[in-house]
């Protein structure tokens, strides 16, 4: 029999992000006196250079974070608005708004805000020293991944429409191996502009010029006075009870609040009676988050433009309405959706003094928009495609707005303090994988490796699929697979560890005062603790 991963241990600090350079990078930060939050953004700003196809400066971020002094959880929403230009006229004679290209490129990049204010309110190290790792991983060049690789293949079409993204992701015009030296310098450029200037350099400096004069020159929208009147936000996370514990998510326009309502739901169930991995288990987990995407996708975008009634929707009377419609045995009708992008990449650290932040990022799509701009090495998101062009829709395109995010960094607490951190890559799976390693971890006992290994499943739509489909890893029994398709639902089985699933991380605090780290084997990542 195959011995099973473990878990890392450690007592003092623990570092858990899908490529192992990042985490190595983040721990090197801890060693050097820095805290949590230094590492973090060290891990974040190497995700930018060693995951480009999943993350980049040219993306957005959102961040979970407890301060031991503060004693409370704080959230910072690092997701961009839209340009003052992007409006429904922008886009006139369209159905949508495009997916790749310049046009694509709707809101300004939130990623770079992120860092700054992480830093600025709790870091205890120059943001030079911080992002030092990242600037010698672009200028020297790393090792590239088996997942960039597969990446780069699957989208090389895409990236040749550029010749500046062609450039750099295609060099001599071909799809670089895996494990070849990959080096980004204009990239390592912008890192030392920043390391040097600041926020500000990337939305009212030499950056925010060359990426908006890039774009006007290709028939983008966005303006330097779009970059520099760019602000991210402190906010309140959303929380919510279960089985004596506090769950806590990001507001809106995240969808965080759905994994509150999934766990909502699932709290009227008693799981001591079913079994983990049985069909039992499966079918209730994925009939709760299904509810919960009904109202998501009737309510979600940015909420100062919409009302969201999240004290229903986050209500223990609307769980237990919601749980009384869950049939054993068959599928409710399935929620009314698009196909969302699932290039993302999730991290959590915690250090020494009981600080803890749990991140996520994104380009959107792999790549994103597909455009680096100009001479700077940055892949721009093309998260702002996901607003809709039906002037009735709850998402509608508006200038300055922030558009419905897939995004939603996780944290759970015990007697006010932090002792689970967890998320995961995936769009519309970010809030089926986060339950599935929360009830393993919390009501299953299991520690962080076990959660994120065991066999998982994803609902939804992925891009260029037709149909809502229940994909399955290989590993869930056959007996299992059938029973889900007879209880209605479309299943498809796909491989053991399967990309689709995403890439998720933990951290769990025992009681005992250890820390447990576990990274995707899905992913290249790793988890460092001591």
């Not at 991983?137 to 991944?145: C, H, R």
């Not at 049985?278 to 996708?297: P, V, W």
């Not at 229903?312 to 609307?318: D, F, G, T």
Request: glycine share 12%; aromatic share 10%.
């Amino acid at each position: 029999m195959a011995q099973k991963n473990r878990s890392a241990i450690g007592t003092q600090a623990m570092v858990v992000s899908p490529h192992r350079l990042a985490t190595a990078a983040g721990a090197r930060i801890l060693e050097r006196g820095g805290n949590a939050f230094d590492a973090a953004v060290a891990v974040s700003s190497c995700l930018a250079v060693v995951y480009p196809h999943m993350t980049g400066m040219g993306g957005d971020s959102f961040w979970m974070t407890y301060h031991t002094d503060e004693k409370e959880i704080r959230g910072y929403n690092g997701s961009g608005r839209s340009g003052y230009k992007a409006d429904l006229q922008a886009f006139a004679g369209l159905a949508s708004i495009p997916t790749r290209g310049p046009l694509s490129a709707v809101t300004v990049p939130g990623m770079v805000d992120a860092w700054a204010a992480v830093l600025g309110e709790y870091g205890r190290l120059p943001f030079g020293d911080v992002l030092q790792p990242a600037i010698d991983y672009a200028a020297g060049g790393f090792p590239l991944s088996c997942d960039q690789y597969e990446n780069t293949r699957l989208h090389a079409e895409m990236l040749s429409r550029s010749p500046v993204t062609s450039r750099v992701y295609l060099p001599q015009g071909a799809v670089p191996k895996a494990g070849s030296r990959f080096v980004q310098r204009e990239l390592a450029g912008s890192l030392r502009e920043i390391a040097a200037n600041g926020r500000d350099a990337f939305y009212k400096g030499a950056l925010a010029a060359e990426i908006t004069g890039f774009l006007r020159q290709q028939g983008g929208l966005l303006t330097a006075d779009d970059f520099a009147d760019h602000r991210g936000d402190w906010v309140t996370p959303l929380s919510s009870g279960y089985r004596g514990c506090d769950v806590f998510q990001m507001p809106p326009n995240s969808q965080g609040f759905v994994g509150l309502m999934a766990l909502n739901i699932l709290e009227r169930f008693d799981f001591s009676a079913v079994e983990h991995g049985s069909k039992e288990y499966y079918h209730l987990l994925i009939e709760a988050l299904k509810l919960g995407f009904s109202d998501r996708n009737e309510v979600l975008t940015d909420p100062e433009f919409s009302q969201i009634p999240l004290d229903r929707l986050l209500s223990k009377r609307y769980a237990a309405e919601l749980a009384q419609t869950i049939q054993p045995g068959r599928t409710a009708g399935e929620p009314a959706g698009q196909a969302m992008g699932s290039d993302t990449a999730y991290a959590a650290v915690t250090d020494k003094d009981g600080n803890a932040v749990s991140f996520i990022q994104s380009l959107y799509f792999e790549f994103g928009s597909g455009v680096a701009a100009g001479e700077t090495g940055i892949l721009l998101q093309n998260r702002g495609s996901f607003f809709s062009l039906d002037p009735n829709h709850v998402n509608t395109l508006k200038p300055r707005k922030r558009t419905f995010h897939t995004l939603m960094p996780a944290m759970a607490c015990r007697e006010g303090k932090p002792f689970l951190l967890y998320g995961t890559q995936g769009g519309e799976g970010q809030p089926q994988t986060q339950t599935a390693i929360f009830t393993r971890m919390f009501d299953y006992g299991m520690d962080p490796q076990q959660a994120v290994d065991e066999p998982r499943f994803v609902w939804g739509r992925t891009w260029g699929e037709p149909t809502q489909e229940l994909k399955l890893e290989s590993r869930i029994a056959e007996s299992t697979a059938k029973w889900l398709a007879e209880a209605g639902h479309t299943v498809r089985v796909v491989g053991d560890f399967d990309g689709v699933m995403g890439h998720a991380h933990a951290i769990k605090m025992t009681e005992d005062g250890n820390l447990q780290g576990g990274a995707d084997p899905r992913s290249d990542g790793a988890a460092i603790g001591w």
